[in-house]
């Protein structure tokens, strides 16, 4: 489990089809292997550990569903790891479990702040409400409005310094993960399911 506070950004030294080796510091602190570490939101293992880098694996599963396969040696990437019961909730409850992947549209300066509009598809869009959260690229975001086929987010000067955000250009794949509140709430209701499922609404692999 995560909350969504990007702690670092970490580099991509190697990308293979099933594994990354990523440099970093701070996430290293006190990590064992077999520890979780998300990257760009995506909960993930780490398998090997060295002198300011480490390892995982990706299941072909977290390649189909989220960015990581597209990432390349120099890349950057939001990290950040689990929490611990001691932990301050800063953002929301983030099970680095991504939904699928969005896409940058829009880019507008407001002042300090970076608008930005991402398009996303209808299986997570279902999900989304203004002022409600959003996990993108694992960072914990506040939904400032949305339309039928995509939604928008302020980032801050802060945000866009420490995380990946700053580097973004249309056309960039991102990963979402939609506030798991939304899906309980929606599996308590009578027929909700059964709607969405009917809809085509619901990917393959959610029934």
């Known amino acids: 489990m995560f909350s969504g506070i990007v702690e670092e950004v970490g580099c991509i030294r190697e990308a293979g089809g099933d594994s990354l080796t990523i440099a970093a510091s701070l996430v290293l602190d006190q990590t064992a292997l077999g520890e979780s570490i998300a990257v760009n939101g995506a909960c993930l293992t780490v398998a090997r550990l060295g002198d300011g880098w480490f390892g995982t694996d990706i299941m072909p599963e977290t390649v189909r569903r989220t960015n990581l396969g597209r990432l390349r040696p120099g890349d950057a990437v939001n990290l950040e790891r689990s929490l611990t019961l001691a932990s301050r909730l800063g ?11 969005g896409t940058v549209r829009v880019l507008v300066a407001e002042g300090d702040a970076l608008l930005v509009t991402i398009e996303a598809p209808p299986a997570v869009m279902r999900y989304v409400v ?3 959260y959003i996990a993108v690229d694992g960072a914990s975001l506040t939904v400032v409005d949305h339309s039928p086929a995509a939604f928008r987010v302020s980032l801050v000067r802060y945000t866009l310094e420490h995380t990946i955000f700053g580097r973004w ?3 960039q794949a991102v990963n979402l993960e939609v506030d798991i509140l939304a899906k309980y709430v929606e599996r308590l209701l009578p027929g909700e399911r059964e709607r969405a499922s009917a809809a085509g609404l619901l990917e393959v692999g959610q029934e």
């Open 91 to 101: 953002g929301h409850m983030v099970q680095g479990h991504v939904d699928g992947t």
């Open 130 to 132: 203004e002022k409600g």
């Open 169 to 171: 250009k249309v056309g």
